[in-house]
Structure formats: structure tokens, C-alpha cells
């Protein structure tokens, strides 16, 4: 939480930066962050078939919209609303497990 309130100030700073730059730097961050963490804990495999290269493929795309849209929230709005609007995707995912999993979370979810 506090890295995350850390990005969004900087966020918040740099909002004359292009866009693409900053969703560039972090995409550049996060991809080199999960390499040396799948190498660290050998998890590092391939998709075994179309539906999970698709998966990851859709993940991907999902992952650069949902960073693009909280760049530009940043550069539209205060930090502030942003930050509260991007911790409600606790309480989304909760609901899809609920709804579209059909699991109800207990202590350990």
C-alpha cells in the first residue's frame, strides 16, 4: 500500500510526462520484476496450449489497459480519488468470486 500510494504521487508529479513513456517505464518494471521472481522461485514455464497462450495473451492486454487508464486518471484527477477508485478492485474481485466462480471466500481467499 505504501509503494503503491508512492507511484500514484509520482504519478501525480510527472503528469506532463507522455503517457506512453510512463506506461512504458512501468510495464519495463513489472515484467522485469515477475522475471527474476518466476527464476526465483521456478515457476518460470511455458503455456502448455492455445487456451492458456490465450489467457495469458488476454491478461496482457487487460493489464496495459487497466495501467494506461490509471495513468491518464492521474493525469486527469487529484490522487486522492484515484487512489480510493483503484482500491475498489478489492471489493470487484470479490464480487466475480462470488458470482461468476461461485465460491464464497472464507479466511483464506
Known amino acids: 500500500m505504501i509503494l503503491s500510494a508512492v507511484s500514484y504521487t509520482v504519478l501525480r508529479y510527472i503528469r506532463r510526462v507522455h503517457h506512453t513513456v ?5 510495464g519495463l518494471w513489472g515484467t522485469i520484476e515477475m ?4 527464476v526465483l ?3 518460470l514455464k511455458a503455456p502448455l496450449g492455445p487456451k492458456e497462450t ?6 496482457a492486454v487487460l493489464t496495459f ?3 494506461y487508464a490509471i495513468v491518464y486518471a492521474m493525469k486527469s484527477e487529484q490522487a ?3 487512489a ?4 475498489f478492485d478489492v471489493v470487484f474481485g470479490f464480487f466475480l ?7 464464497i471466500p472464507d479466511t483464506l481467499r
Open 84 to 87: 480510493l477508485v483503484r482500491t
Open 65 to 67: 489497459l487497466g495501467q
Open 41 to 43: 522461485f521456478d515457476a
Open 35 to 38: 522475471l527474476v521472481l518466476a
Open 54 to 59: 490465450g489467457l495469458v495473451a488476454g491478461l
Open 22 to 26: 510512463t506506461t512504458f517505464v512501468f
Open 97 to 103: 468470486q462470488i458470482v461468476v466462480l461461485q465460491t
Open 80 to 82: 486522492g480519488p484515484v
